[in-house]
């Protein structure tokens, strides 16, 4: 029973190492903002995220991905309220350095115990200062999911935090938090051959 139970266990890692992946769609960024002293969240996403592969395929996520880069265009932010955007446009944005976040993907780090979540560390510049944000990925039914947190001190936006609490005073009753959640997704294809009969 082991030697079948192993068996199985190779069949798949090997099944897996043949495989192709490529990226062929566009990335999905979205975040989340918290505002209150109860920390009410209120997130959204941008349209326009311009995405470069470093390689069109590859038989790992971690050579697909690794030094692919990412342009968002901060203008077109989208919270699903229009007057929000336009704040969050010439409040926060326009009071940093820079008119576009850029991002770029260092590694993926698959967990131990498993083949489908881990770590991917991106390289995130913002108002003129880079970070390394690591973040937590899973890999499911064909699509990458990822998301961490960002604190906007870290990258030198006190002034544009205050800023956007002034903007909104009333409606963050005095308290715009420094930490943002940030997440992005991405459709992901593999190719597997197909196993010779009598071999399955």
């Known amino acids: 029973m082991k030697k079948i139970a192993l068996s199985l266990i190779l069949a798949l890692g090997l099944a897996q190492a043949n495989c192709s992946f490529s990226q062929p769609s566009e ?8 505002k209150t002293p109860l920390k009410k969240g209120v997130g959204g996403h941008f349209k326009q995220v311009n995405f470069a592969s470093s390689v069109k395929s590859s038989k790992s996520l971690d050579t697909l991905l690794a030094g692919s880069t990412v342009n968002i265009e901060v203008a077109s932010v989208d919270s699903k309220n229009p007057g929000r955007d ?13 008119p576009d ?9 698959r967990d131990k115990d498993a083949r489908k979540t881990g770590i991917v560390t991106i390289s995130v510049t913002m108002n003129g200062v880079t970070k390394d944000v690591p973040m937590y990925y899973s890999f499911s039914n064909g699509e990458l999911t990822a998301n ?22 009333a409606l963050h009753q005095g308290k715009t938090w420094s930490d943002v959640t940030i997440g992005f997704k991405m459709k992901i294809a593999a ?3 197909q196993p010779i009969k009598g071999h399955q």
């Open 86 to 98: 336009v704040k969050l446009l010439n409040s926060f944005f326009k009071q940093m350095v820079g």
């Open 148 to 169: 961490g947190v960002i604190d906007l001190i870290d990258f030198k936006a006190t002034k544009a935090l205050q800023s956007i609490n002034k903007a909104c005073y």
């Open 191 to 193: 190719s597997c051959p």
């Open 27 to 34: 990335v999905d960024v979205t975040w989340k903002a918290f």
């Open 101 to 109: 976040i850029k991002a770029k993907i260092v590694s993926l780090k």
